[in-house]
């Protein structure tokens, strides 16, 4: 499968797209929220998790959430709105639990699974980009071949991050913290 797109070339922007995400969820995360809008941020937030059981389930959101960002055009706004939105559920919780923002930033990043769920998300974004030029290149049919193969990648990795992130939920509860 040739592409227009060396593999240097893609892991660089797949690196530049992961390193903007974080960006904006960091900005997310530094946004001021006023109170009511945190309780309400926070509760949503709690009745979401509430339904997470198992690693299946954080993988099937992130892949979904992921999916969204490989839509030429659409998906890097998309994948920007909810990484920024992300992050201001972060902001909501850090104030009201009165939790250093800068703390909570750093732990996924810390644990690892944090570091892999974005870069799952930025190698997506990154065919998003790579999709436009390759229909404006007339390089769309090899693009498509190689498709299937980056969304394998990025969902093993979501994978992997989905598994840590699981086990941290179940190790963090079962101490009780």
């Known amino acids: 499968m040739k592409s227009i797109y060396s593999l240097s070339k893609r892991v660089s922007l797949a690196i530049i797209c992961t390193i903007i995400l974080y960006i904006i969820f960091a900005i997310g995360s530094m946004t001021p929220v006023d109170a009511e809008s945190a309780r309400q941020m926070v509760e949503d937030f709690r009745e979401l998790v509430a339904g997470i059981n198992s690693a299946s389930d954080i993988f099937l959101n992130n892949f979904a959430i992921s999916l969204l960002m490989i839509i030429p055009v659409l998906g890097p706004i998309i994948g920007a709105w909810i990484v920024y939105n992300t992050g201001l559920i972060i902001s909501s919780f850090a104030s009201i639990e009165g939790i250093?923002?800068?703390?909570?930033?750093?732990?996924?990043?810390?644990?690892?699974?944090?570091?892999?769920?974005?870069?799952?998300?930025?190698?997506?974004?990154?065919?998003?980009?790579?999709?436009?030029?390759?229909?404006?290149?007339?390089?769309?049919?090899?693009?498509?071949?190689?498709?299937?193969?980056?969304?394998?990648?990025?969902a093993g990795v979501l994978g992997l991050a989905a598994v840590i992130e699981f086990s941290l939920i179940t190790i963090t509860q079962s101490l009780g913290i």
């Open 100 to 154: 250093n923002v800068i703390l909570i930033l750093i732990l996924p990043v810390l644990t690892i699974y944090g570091i892999l769920e974005f870069i799952g998300y930025g190698t997506m974004m990154s065919e998003s980009i790579l999709l436009i030029y390759a229909i404006r290149k007339k390089g769309l049919r090899h693009e498509l071949k190689i498709l299937p193969i980056i969304i394998v990648i990025s």
